[in-house]
């Protein structure tokens, strides 16, 4: 395994974990969970168990939040179609040869990525913190 962890959360997905209005304003909502998560990086606290500066963070968005960009700690990878296929492509592209962790309670995005031999863990890995993203 490479030194990086891959760690793909689903925007959609941890986003709708909480019924707190996200559904108001789906990017501003996907923006914020962006930046709970930049800002678990930057702190070097853990990302889904990956522990800070070893993993590389990857949240897919789709759908109304496709207008989300990266921050610095946080690639954001916005999904022509179906966020689940991208996730599902990303894994297989990218999480070769390292620890691959995916963030979503989808159960059938969870059967296809550890079909690929990536761990699944749920939407609380990202959300659990007060005030944070860390898990």
Do not use: F, I, K
């Not at 070097?44 to 800070?52: D, E, S």
């Not at 179609?81 to 070769?96: F, I």
């Not at 962790?101 to 995005?109: E, F, H, I, Q, S």
């Amino acid at each position: 395994m490479t030194a990086h962890a891959l760690v793909v959360v689903d925007a959609a997905n941890v986003v709708g974990s909480v019924p707190d209005g996200w559904w108001r304003d789906r990017r501003g909502a996907a923006e914020r969970l962006r930046d709970r998560l930049a800002a678990t990086v930057a702190d070097g606290g853990p990302v889904a168990g990956v522990p800070g500066g070893q993993g590389e963070v990857v949240l897919v968005v789709e759908g109304a939040a496709r207008g989300v960009t990266s921050v610095p700690g946080v690639r954001v990878v916005a999904a022509p179609g179906s966020g689940d296929d991208a996730m599902v492509d990303l894994v297989a592209a990218e999480g070769a040869g390292r620890r691959c962790v995916v963030v979503t309670a989808d159960r059938g995005l969870r059967r296809r990525v550890t079909e690929l031999g990536a761990e699944v863990t749920g939407p609380r890995a990202v959300r659990g913190a007060p005030g944070g993203a860390g898990g």
